[in-house]
């Protein structure tokens, strides 16, 4: 069994809540931030094969379907029993303990939406993705942004981030709303695509949480001078900061990623 769904796996269509968190996720929203960042990807549109990871009832396979009919879907979950889309077949498989079942170079196109805050090492599953897909093919990618004002007071009163929060040993349900067991930040998701072979990541959000527009005026200017005094000493101090960083590491306070909702990421693996 897989242990890599979201939070809304039994429900995508509705809203996920969190005891402690006080969250609604509306997964439509996310799956139409994905099919915009795949049409500002690849704006010539693209054939062949593509494989949605952590596909639940394959909405987005569908969304994706209608928008680019040259497609040929193929999913993968932790359970073939979610499945809504007719005639849809499930690849099932533990990310956590098993490769994804496919050849080398099999997609031009790989989508993990809501998935990888659900993974134990999503660093092993990303080196997966970039296996399986094509040379010059794309990868898009969504998790909770735990770097939004929200987040950010919220980890400052009480340790979790945003969509975190407390779990219990051995907790079961990670497939589940408890399951967020992997905050991962906009920095260290586009260190580890670098890392393990992508170019180019690129950074959007869904939306932007109205909420964090009262407080972006009185927060915005201490967090940019507090930040600019830290990147001058990792700059100066521990040399950490050069060419091959420093876009992604000054985007963690971008306008986007202080007020956004949710984190979509798209990298291409090279050419």
Known sequence: MVRFMDGLTNSRKTAGRRSGGGYQLSTP?????????????LPQGIGGDYVDIGSGKGELLSLLGARYPGLRAFACDYTDQLMKKPGQKVEVVDLNRQPLPFPDGRFGLVTCVETIEHLENYWTVLREIYRVLQPGGVAVLSTPNILNLRSRLRFLS????????????????VYGPRGHINPVSWFYLANALLSVGFEQPKPVVDKYQRRSFFSLPLLLGPIRWSNWIALYREAKKHRSLDQRNLSNVRAMNSIDLLLGRTLIVTARKPQ
């Open 29 to 41: 929203v996310i799956h139409r931030a994905v099919l915009r960042a795949v049409e500002d990807t």
């Open 158 to 173: 009480s340790g979790f981030y945003n969509l975190f929060g407390p779990l219990m040993p051995n907790e079961s349900k």
